[in-house]
């Protein structure tokens, strides 16, 4: 496979492991009018109780059983990203280098009929990101819906498990419930993602920002990376929290408890038909959704989160792009930015 297959791939499965735990946060404030709750405070030790020998005292069962506990509630989740986002992310960026390449030679072609280099022009840039995270939709969907109900049971059940009672009660398009809004936050949010990442780029090489050798280029992969991701959270979040809202409804519970509980979503099993039909009653579109959410807080709901998220986008993104222009380099793929040459001067390889 390509290389920027593989380096999408592994970037996208590090970038889920360092920003999972705050993003268990996001999606807790975004799916709940109230604040979300903290995980469980951590038990007190049982004097004397361990493993017998050396070992067991030095490091005592309950410790070990108390750092799971207090540890637990952040990674919940983290199964379902780490494996669909690593997919998501390869499929991004091959999707967006062949887009791009592909816009750029016959949108705006050059003299010498070479393609212009990736990132070259900020319109074709913005239009591939948009194509790639158009194709994300059928990786991202499923991967969202499953790691967003984790986030939120209190049960605690395994992405597998969630998985498997999608798939007893509604089949393999239960997967894809909330579709349509992720698809469109990702067209967007993946466009602007790109856009911005080129522009802050452009902008750092216009004021010379750090020096001229590889711990200067790494400063602006790291500090560009982070910016593209708070600009890109920033301008779609409002669909993410409808999203997020739409796919982790619980029709069978919300009828019990009412909307908006934070209650259990894998549970005892019961009449399949039954719960279908509750799911084809109760569950409400992306519309719907989001003129609840406006009845219950104006404009603030949609926004709820997002200085969370903004943290956890800065870390993340960095990461994620150092990590991509790393691989790419170590592969030989790493890339020369050409721009024109009106604007902004030539740029060497990332690494």
Known sequence: MSADFWAGYISGAISIIIGNPLDVLKVRLQASPAPPPLPPPLPSPVPGEGAPGAAGALIPSAGRATLQTQLRPWLTGTAAPVLGYGALNALLFVTYNRSESWLNAHLFPTTTGIPAATGSNLYTTFLAGALGGLATWVVSTPTELIKCRAQLSSTGP??????????????????????????????????????????????????????????????????????????????????????????????????????????????????????????????????????????????????????????????????????????????????????????????????
Not at 183 to 190: E, H, P
Not at 218 to 227: E, P, T
Not at 314 to 331: D, P, S
Request: contains cysteine; hydrophobic residues 40%.
């Open 158 to 351: 395994s992405s597998w498990a969630i998985t498997r009672h999608i798939l007893r009660h509604e089949g393999p398009r239960g997967l894809y419930f909330g579709g349509g809004v992720t698809a469109l936050r990702d067209s967007v949010g993946y466009g602007f993602y790109f856009w911005s990442y080129e522009l802050t780029s452009r902008w750092m090489r216009d004021g010379a920002v750090g020096s001229t050798g590889g711990g200067g280029e790494a400063a602006r992969v790291l500090l560009c990376g982070g910016l593209a991701g708070i600009a890109t959270w920033a301008s779609i979040f409002p669909l993410d929290v409808i999203k997020t809202r739409v796919q982790t409804q619980n029709p069978s519970i919300d009828a019990a408890v009412g909307r908006g509980e934070l209650a259990p979503l894998v549970g005892a099993r019961g009449s399949a038909g039954t719960e279908a039909q509750n799911t084809k009653l109760l569950r409400l579109g992306a519309w719907d959704v989001a003129k609840e959410t406006y009845a219950q807080g104006g404009i603030r709901p949609f926004f709820r989160g997002l200085a969370v998220c903004s943290v956890r986008a800065f870390i993340v993104n960095a990461a994620q792009w150092a990590v991509y222009e790393w691989i790419m380099l170590q592969l030989g793929q790493g890339r020369i930015r050409q721009d024109p040459p009106s604007d902004i001067s030539s740029m060497g390889t990332i690494g």
